[in-house]
């Protein structure tokens, strides 16, 4: 499935915020502190999970940028493949075959259940498959802002670990972000150096620090 917003991601010489936006921003930005022997370190960091990924910065701007463009464009045939296949079964048409690795969709895993559960999944319309499919759907729907709140909360501390675990008041931070206290959060905060703490409360909050 194809990415419904570009992905955005920021890099750090030190505590200091030197890129947020594309990869390509990022790595080029990234080159440059390196080459200028920055004091560091000098990380990326993927906005979606907060967790901090390697770039590759070797080469001239052009090889850089030739790189990231050819992994670009393998991962989007990967996507189409992927959406191409799941629209096939969804319409019942029969799927081809042909060389290659074999189409992705529908993926089959055990599930270990009690013969009570089997026998209420087996009486729902359409059998188990479709009714184990409808109850996490369902579950996805109900526990949506719950799982948002997760997320948002762990991309934070992801990146708060990285960047900031020697400032000051790093564990009480990390407590009023998994309280969901943001007000506290904010006030502890508050003495970090502005682009950690900006970058910090956006990844928590999903928004930028001054919205707040």
């Known amino acids: 499935m194809t990415h419904l917003t570009p992905p955005s991601y920021t890099s750090f010489d030190g505590h200091r915020r030197i890129a947020t936006g594309a990869l390509l921003a990022n790595a080029l930005a990234v080159k440059q502190a390196l080459d200028s022997h920055a004091a560091g370190p000098v990380l990326t960091f993927d906005d979606e999970t907060g967790r901090s990924i390697d770039v590759d910065t070797r080469g001239t701007d052009a090889e850089i940028a030739a790189r990231l463009d050819a992994a670009a464009i393998a991962e989007t045939a990967f996507d189409d493949t992927v959406f191409a296949d799941h629209a096939e079964r969804s319409s019942g048409a029969a799927p081809s075959r042909g060389r290659g690795r074999p189409k992705l969709g529908v993926v089959a895993r055990e599930v270990t259940l009690l013969p009570r559960h089997w026998e209420w999944l087996a009486a729902q319309p359409g059998g188990a498959s479709v009714a184990l499919r409808k109850l996490v759907e369902d579950a996805r729907r109900a526990s949506g802002d719950k799982d948002k709140l997760r997320q948002a ?3 934070a501390y992801h990146f708060m670990l990285a960047v900031a675990g020697n400032l000051p008041g790093y564990e009480e931070a990390t407590r009023a972000l ?3 206290e943001p007000a506290r959060l904010r006030d502890l905060l508050a003495a ?13 909050f999903d928004a930028s620090a001054d919205s707040q």
């Open 178 to 180: 998994f309280a969901n």
């Open 153 to 155: 909360q762990e991309r």
């Open 192 to 204: 970090w150096p502005r682009d950690v703490r900006e970058h910090a409360l956006r990844l928590a």
